[in-house]
Each structure stands twice: as C-alpha cells, then as structure tokens.
C-alpha cells in the first residue's frame, strides 16, 4: 500500500503560477514514476508530466515551456507557469511501478480564471 498526499491546487488568474506537490509514503518501491494527469468534466484523463526515478521525463505538448516536472526522492513537484484557462482541470498524482501496480491520488483542482 502506497500512500499519496496531494496538495497545491487552487484558483489563480491567467498568465499566474502554480505549485503542485504529491509525497508517497508507505511500501515503496525502488523504481517507480511520479507524475501528474489531469481530467475537466466530460473529458478523458490526460498525462501531464511524469518522471522516474532515475529522471527520465515525460510531458504533454499543452504544457511544455510552461510546466517543468521535478522529483525529491519520492516527492514530487509540478511547477506551472503561464497558466492558462484550458488548464482548468482536477489534477491526480500518479505513483506506478513496472509491475503494473500502480496508485492514485484523490485529486487536487486547479482553476484559472480571472
């Protein structure tokens, strides 16, 4: 069991920032990805921005240039820049293993809106 604790979500305007953090705790596994997705009513989830243990990265072409992925052992960060109101979205962590075992946070919303 794997325990992941969300935060960072909020309303921001246009054009502002963002800091999303999501820390994993409990039976740890040693190679493992963290990362974002993000889902809007209607819509289906969506990656964001993932990153793995030894750093390897992958990121939406919505978001780069605007948001940069970013890991402290088994914390990790999503710094968004330049928001815009497309961003609206809830956004879940993502912590998954190469075993097909993988778990969810409960969602944190971010709007942007002025």
């Known amino acids: 069991q794997v325990q992941l604790v969300e935060s960072g979500g909020g309303l921001v305007r246009p054009g502002g920032s963002l800091r999303l953090s999501c820390a994993a705790s409990?039976?740890?596994?040693?190679?493992?990805?963290m990362g974002w997705h993000r889902q809007a009513p209607g819509n289906q989830r969506e990656l964001v921005a993932t990153i793995s243990n030894v750093g390897s990265t992958k990121k939406a072409d919505s978001v780069k240039g605007r948001f940069t992925i970013s890991r402290d052992k088994n914390t990790v960060y999503l710094q968004m820049n330049s928001l815009k109101p497309e961003d609206t979205d809830i956004y879940y962590c993502?912590?998954?293993?190469?075993?097909?075992?993988?778990?969810w946070g409960k969602g944190t919303l971010v709007t942007v809106s002025s």
């Open positions: 993502l912590y998954a293993t190469p075993y097909d075992l993988n778990w």
């Open positions: 409990g039976n740890i596994f040693s190679i493992n990805t």
